[in-house]
């Protein structure tokens, strides 16, 4: 295995990482044509983004939908091939690892889908689903172990193991998003991408799936990037949290200090929005409303990708591309006016 050579300190990193991404790009490129096809332009999802994550702590990825969080995650688990960058889990350099290293490496990081529906198969009985990637690594001998292994699992998620032989369409959405996260751990990896995991499931269900994300962290030992777009949700579940807009990340710091002491306008606008219980305490509040919606990744603004609708930005915004700057230690943000 390729082992990690001594590289510039990457925002977040404060002790040896099991996670670390070094200017991660992904452009999917635009073509023209049906039989010629040429290349007009690109879309640039994400667009150098660099943090690290701890072994057994969870990174909060927020930002509006098309930021690129959802890329990035894919990115890091190889599903999407990067443009360029480097992702390192615990030592091994996944953007250039192939065939049998690869393949190793897939059985230590998994993924949690955003939509439960979706990302099961609907022909395959849940006891199957959740067997099938230990039969793939090779990780269990014979039926009853593996039954054996998939009835644990099931109790681990809160589900009845008598539930196995039924199918996806006879569970609810908070429950197929259960089955998702046993398939997730049965492999015992070290590090999961949950991809806004309760955003698809009621209110009044989200609570139980963050409990169970929380009780699975702490038995398995596990790694998250925890990616979701309800700032509230990631406080309760992130120890950092990292803000990305337009493919870039604008600001990133501990989670009380990036709650109590934002530093990024976008940041300022996105806390600005999250509701306050205490109606007294909401009235009082001052809202930072930001105009329009976000830009095409493929015709992003020059200068700050944020310019056209930051509330304080200036002339040097429209030219400067700021650069994500440490105001504090741990407290990382990308903006010239900070």
């Not at 332009?41 to 150098?48: E, F, L, P, S, Y």
């Not at 599903?79 to 690869?102: C, I, M, Y």
């Not at 998003?177 to 049965?186: D, F, K, L, M, S």
């Not at 200090?257 to 306008?265: A, C, G, V």
Request: glycine letters at 8%; charged letters at 20%; a neutral charge.
């Amino acid at each position: 295995m390729t082992q990690m050579q001594d590289r510039a300190p990457v925002p977040g990193q404060e002790v040896a990482p099991l996670l670390e991404v070094k200017d991660l790009k992904m452009h999917f490129p635009v073509t023209s044509g049906l039989i010629l096809q040429r290349k007009i332009g690109a879309i640039k999802a994400v667009d150098g983004v660099s943090f690290s994550i701890p072994r057994g702590q969870t990174l909060g990825l927020v930002g509006e939908s098309g930021s690129g969080k959802t890329t990035v995650g894919r990115c890091i688990i190889q599903l999407n091939e990067p443009t360029s960058g480097e992702v390192w889990l615990d030592g091994v350099e996944l953007t250039t690892a192939k065939g049998r290293q690869l393949r190793g490496m897939r059985r230590r990081m998994q993924m949690v889908f955003q939509d439960p529906y979706s990302s099961l198969n609907p022909r395959m009985s849940i006891g199957t689903i959740i067997g099938e990637p230990m039969l793939v690594h090779k990780i269990t001998s014979g039926k009853g172990e593996l039954k054996e292994q998939v009835s644990e699992l099931l109790r681990v998620v809160g589900l009845n193991p008598s539930m196995a032989d039924r199918y996806p369409h006879e569970f609810s959405g908070g429950q197929r998003q259960r089955i998702g996260i046993a398939r997730a751990i049965a492999v015992r990896p070290d590090f999961i991408v949950a991809d806004e995991p309760v955003s698809a499931l009621d209110v009044s269900i989200q609570a139980q799936l963050i409990n169970l994300l929380e009780d699975i962290q702490e038995q398995f030992n596990l790694t998250f990037l925890f990616i979701a777009h309800d700032l509230s949700v990631v406080r309760h579940m992130s120890e950092n949290v990292a803000v990305m807009y337009l493919g870039k990340i604008m600001e990133m710091a501990e989670r009380s200090e990036l709650y109590e002491k934002p530093l990024h306008p976008y940041t300022q606008a996105l806390l600005s929005a999250v509701p306050v219980p205490n109606p007294r305490v909401e009235a009082q509040r001052e809202r930072i409303v930001l105009q329009g919606t976000i830009p095409s990744p493929m015709n992003a603004p020059s200068g700050c990708v944020f310019h056209t609708r930051c509330p304080i930005a200036i002339d040097d915004c429209r030219v400067v591309v700021p650069e994500l700057k440490e105001y504090s230690p741990g407290h990382w943000a990308a903006c010239i006016r900070v």
